[in-house]
């Protein structure tokens, strides 16, 4: 048995063979994420997928990588099992509360096989071409409706519900959009730049899905990158922010925009009393989130549990904010834990100035900005950002110096490759 242990070890060919295929493999998941995971049946291949996925990473990891585990990964599962004393007590709900923790399994599945892949940018990448596989497989179900003349009238109706809950469609395309503008304005190499033709394809998707949180979400992440970018040349800033408001406004105002302009009207005339309709949608969500925290008040130590809002409110669904709905399930405490995973790594990066950083305070601050859009604390691109952003921080410089060259000169043959 030892002996077929070192001949594998010592197999580079096996070696190469993992390793692309869990390349593959993220990517596969990735694109069944918004493919397939919102549909029923049809979620299985995602399962699957991981399943492949989790497997392969930790044959890599215990056949040529050196397996450490340090204390910040525990952060997430601690929250889990915090997550589980309210689900015992109160909510029951023990099927969601399992979900949450095959989630935390694939947090811990990400960081390793990063570990293996031993490139973010690589995998970024990987992440960006899931995302472009799926837009294609959207926009060729939805050719009809995107190239009809109610596009050009501006009576399109929202799309994307064929896959999941147009917001969430919404929030991929998000996801899709923080990594483009990444490699579009801090490209290590000049092709890097071609990556605004997908990043145009997530906006126009986004936009098509209707999602008022994409688009807040979407020009958040602009402002921030290019203040990052030209935060030392704050005329150029001042131009690129004032030519990016002339933009908005010439775009909002075309055909195509006129769904996700009149429900950003709607909102306006809500807050301000100016209209004669309201939006209820935003009311109740709203009213719902304030709900959330008064029932926080009443179990302030364990909360209610996995969808103890959902059963304690009556309402039968979640508050849809997630600061209300972590705190009203999960108590203070949990509410804690679950946020601290998410500021921890501010602080830690501040010692590393590196340019990948930018990409996880973008992340960062999405999740800050969602908190009060949506629900994500068991959204699945939720644990694959932290397992992006726990590897980044957690990555010496000079961190797992017993990968080869081989395995040196496999990371830059498959950099040149994508």
């Known amino acids: 048995m030892k002996k077929l242990f070192l001949k594998m070890q010592e197999n580079f060919l096996l070696k190469k063979t993992i390793y692309i295929n869990i390349c593959i493999f993220l990517c596969l998941y990735v694109f069944s994420l918004p493919s397939f995971s919102g549909r029923a049946y049809f979620q299985y291949i995602s399962y699957i997928l991981m399943a492949i996925y989790i497997a392969l990473t930790f044959s890599y990891i215990f056949l040529y990588s050196h397996f450490e585990f340090k204390w910040p990964l525990l ?9 589980l004393i309210g689900t015992i007590i109160y909510s029951h709900e023990f099927r969601s509360w399992l979900t949450l923790f095959l989630l935390t399994i694939t ?59 147009v917001n969430t469609i919404g929030s991929y395309m998000s996801f899709g959009c923080a990594l483009c503008l990444y490699f579009v304005l801090f490209p290590k190499k000049k092709i890097e730049i071609m990556y605004v033709v997908p990043l145009i394809i997530f906006i126009l998707i986004g936009f098509f899905t209707g999602s008022r949180a994409f688009v807040v979400i979407f020009l958040f992440l602009i402002l921030f990158y290019l203040f990052i970018k030209f935060k030392n040349h704050k005329s150029i800033f001042f131009i690129c922010l004032a030519g990016l408001i002339i933009t908005f406004l010439i775009l909002i105002n075309l055909p195509f925009m006129s769904t996700i302009k009149n429900r950003f009207l709607v909102i306006i005339q809500t807050l301000t009393e100016s209209g004669t309709t309201s939006d209820e949608s935003f009311v109740t969500r709203f009213l719902w989130q304030v709900y959330g925290f008064e029932l926080a008040a009443k179990q302030q130590i364990f909360g209610f549990g996995v969808n103890g809002f959902s059963i304690v409110s009556g309402i039968g669904t979640y508050t849809h904010g997630n600061l209300s709905e972590v705190m009203c399930n999960f108590g203070v405490i949990g509410f804690l834990f679950f946020y601290f995973a998410i500021i921890y790594p501010i602080f830690k990066l501040k010692e ?49 110096s017993t990968v080869n060259i081989e395995q040196r000169e496999m990371n830059d043959l498959y950099e040149l490759e994508v």
Request: net charge negative.
């Open 75 to 83: 952060i997430i599962p601690i929250f889990v099992l915090w997550a």
């Open 107 to 165: 947090f811990i599945t990400f960081y390793y096989s990063f570990i293996a892949i031993h490139n973010i940018r690589l995998v970024l990448k990987l992440l960006v071409l899931a995302f472009a596989i799926f837009s294609i497989y959207f926009i060729i179900h939805y050719y009809e409706d995107i190239f009809s003349k109610d596009l050009l009238s501006g009576s399109l109706d929202r799309l994307g519900d064929f896959y999941d809950n």
């Open 352 to 400: 590393k100035n590196k340019t990948i950083s930018f990409v996880v305070y973008a992340f960062l601050c999405m999740f800050i900005l969602e908190s009060f859009l949506i629900v994500f604390y068991a959204d699945k691109t939720t644990y694959l950002i932290f397992g992006i952003i726990y590897y980044i921080f957690l990555k010496e410089d000079n961190c797992y």
